[in-house]
Nanobody
Framework: QVQLVESGGGLVQAGGSLRLSCAASGHTFRSAVMGWFRQAPGKEREFVGRISWSAFSTYYGDSVKGRFTISRDNAKNTVYLQMNSLKPEDTAVYYC???????????WGQGTQVTVSS
């Protein structure tokens, strides 16, 4: 069992940066694939990126590639999403998720709102 709590969301101007954190509890965190997703009003949930348990492998969605970076600190049971060059279309609720593989995210956080003003 893994419990996830996101933080760091807020309001930022276009071109700015934010760093989201996802604090995890549960002994399985260190072996979990961690993913970030987002959902804007009226839109489907969108994959943002993921990081392997070892942090050696990351993968990003096309819309954020080159602007967002995922990292993790297994000693702190925390995964981060560094978001740079933010655009208004990045506005969404951002969720972190944990799973045994990139196709099986069994645990989800409650989400944190990110709003990018133009």
């Amino acid at each position: 069992q893994v419990q996830l709590v996101e933080s760091g969301g807020g309001l930022v101007q276009a071109g700015g940066s934010l760093r989201l954190s996802c604090a995890a509890s549960g002994h399985t965190f260190r072996s979990a694939v961690m993913g970030w997703f987002r959902q804007a009003p009226g839109k489907e949930r969108e994959f943002v990126g993921r990081i392997s348990w070892s942090a050696f492998s990351t993968y990003y969605g096309d819309s954020v590639k080159g602007r967002f970076t995922i990292s993790r600190d297994n000693a702190k049971n925390t995964v981060y999403l560094q978001m740079n060059s933010l655009k208004p279309e990045d506005t969404a609720v951002y969720y972190c998720a944990a799973g045994s593989s990139s196709s099986d995210y069994a645990f989800w956080g409650q989400g944190t709102q990110v709003t990018v003003s133009s």
